[in-house]
C-alpha cells in the first residue's frame, strides 16, 4: 500500500508556472504508474498527465507543451511542472497511483489518492 500527499498548489497569474509535487510513502513506490488528475468545479474529474514505471510520460492534448511529468524513484516522489498556465487550468489537481499496471486514463482505474492541491490561475 501507498499514501500519496500533494504539495505545491497556488494561486498564479495566466502564463506563469507551479510546480506540483507528491510524496509517495512504502517500498515499492517504483513499481506503481503515476498519474496526475484534475477535478474543475461542475466538471469530471480528468487525467492531465501519466508516467510509466519507467519514466515514459503521458499527456492529455490539452497540456502538452505545457506541462511535465516527472518522477524520482529513489525519493519516492512524482513531479508536475506546469509552465504557461492558463485560467481553464484552474482546478483541484490529485496524485495517483496503480501498481505493476500501465497508465490508466480513468480515475477509477487508479488504486491509490493523495488529497489533492487547489491551483488557481487568475486572468
Known amino acids: 500500500q501507498v499514501q500519496l500527499v500533494e504539495s505545491g498548489g497556488g494561486l498564479v497569474q495566466a502564463g506563469g508556472s507551479l510546480r506540483l509535487s507528491c510524496a509517495a510513502s512504502g517500498r515499492t513506490f517504483s513499481s506503481y504508474a503515476m498519474g496526475w488528475f484534475r477535478q474543475a468545479p461542475g466538471k469530471q474529474r480528468e487525467l492531465v498527465a501519466g508516467i510509466t514505471t519507467s519514466g515514459s510520460p503521458n499527456y492529455a492534448d490539452s497540456v502538452k507543451g505545457r506541462f511535465t511529468i516527472s518522477r524520482d524513484n529513489a525519493k519516492n516522489m512524482v513531479y508536475l511542472q506546469m509552465d504557461s498556465l492558463k485560467p481553464e487550468d484552474t482546478a483541484v489537481y490529485y496524485c495517483?497511483?496503480?501498481?505493476?499496471?500501465?497508465?490508466?486514463?480513468?480515475?477509477?482505474?487508479?488504486?491509490?489518492w493523495g488529497q489533492g492541491t487547489q491551483v488557481t490561475v487568475s486572468s
Open positions: 495517483a497511483g496503480r501498481r505493476l499496471r500501465p497508465i490508466g486514463m480513468y480515475g477509477s482505474d487508479y488504486e491509490y
